[in-house]
């Protein structure tokens, strides 16, 4: 349902690619300082929705709203400044270090050329609160899978963007790094009162995460909502086609997803 006081807004959006229409006539409401999960199966259009909100795709009708402002009337940086987009992580062909990945993205942000003492210290302090002080000094191309996803997701928040749209942030990563992302991106919206939506496979973080999650199936939404009026068997076997029981988390009292079988 599309809300006017959103930070983020899709009102009647259809995108996709050539001819092909993946997103289709979608409303959606990203509340300010807040966690958003999108979750659906394979070919929902998860990505594409993303890309749509960050303008990565253009939209063939209706409209994306930042502040009430449609996106198509910013210029590129104004977007990029307002607009963090992380899709997923490519093959490794980085041959900078971490710290200067993050720096080179600090920077860019802040349209400057050298890095100041304190631009350093606060990069410093993120790369600590990312796992990755040890690794700093390393090329982004040598890293593991997850280490070179934390680098880049704080290349991403360095920029300190008001929306943070993130495609599959914890893919590749252990349940300690994902755990450590997750309340990393949860601390965000405390602190800065950032907007953040994220492609999450694994149901249960992002019920656990989340302030609201948006279920997608062909392009459309079936289901939005808090986590404990969206995570339920009817709409698991709509959207995932399965046979689940929904229980609840012993740890964070959210709804825990206990799969039993496929259905048909």
Do not use: C, W
Not at 109 to 116: D, E
Not at 118 to 129: H, M, S, V
Not at 237 to 257: C, H, K, Q, S, Y
């Amino acid at each position: 349902m599309y809300d006017a006081e959103s930070k983020l807004a899709a009102q009647a959006l259809s995108a996709g690619y050539s001819a092909e229409q993946i997103i289709k006539n979608l409303d959606l409401s990203i509340p300010t300082g807040s966690v958003t999960a999108i979750i659906g199966p394979n070919g929902a259009g998860k990505s594409s929705l993303l890309k749509a909100l960050a303008r990565k795709i253009k939209a063939a009708s209706g409209s994306v709203l930042l502040d009430g402002v449609s996106i198509t009337s910013l210029t590129k940086t104004e977007l990029d400044q307002s607009i963090g987009f992380l899709g997923t992580i490519p093959a490794a062909r980085n041959s900078e270090t971490v710290f200067e990945l993050v720096s080179r993205s600090a920077m860019a942000a802040s349209g400057i050329s050298r890095v100041s003492p304190r631009l350093k210290e606060e990069i410093e302090l993120l790369l600590a609160r990312t796992s990755l002080t040890k690794v700093k000094d390393k090329k982004v191309g040598e890293l593991s899978s997850g280490y070179r996803q934390a680098a880049v997701i704080a290349a991403a928040l360095v920029k300190n963007p008001q929306v943070l749209l993130l495609d599959e942030p914890t893919n590749s990563l252990d349940y300690s790094h994902q755990l450590q992302v997750m309340n990393l991106l949860s601390s965000l919206k405390r602190e800065r009162g950032m907007s953040v939506v994220a492609v999450i496979h694994d149901l249960n973080l992002a019920a656990r995460f989340a302030d609201q999650i948006v279920v997608l199936k062909d392009g459309q939404i079936i289901a939005q909502g808090k986590p404990k009026d969206v995570i339920t068997p009817n709409n698991l076997a709509t959207a995932f086609n399965i046979l689940a029981r929904v229980i609840e988390d012993p740890v964070g009292r959210t709804p825990m997803v206990v799969p039993i079988r496929q259905l048909g």
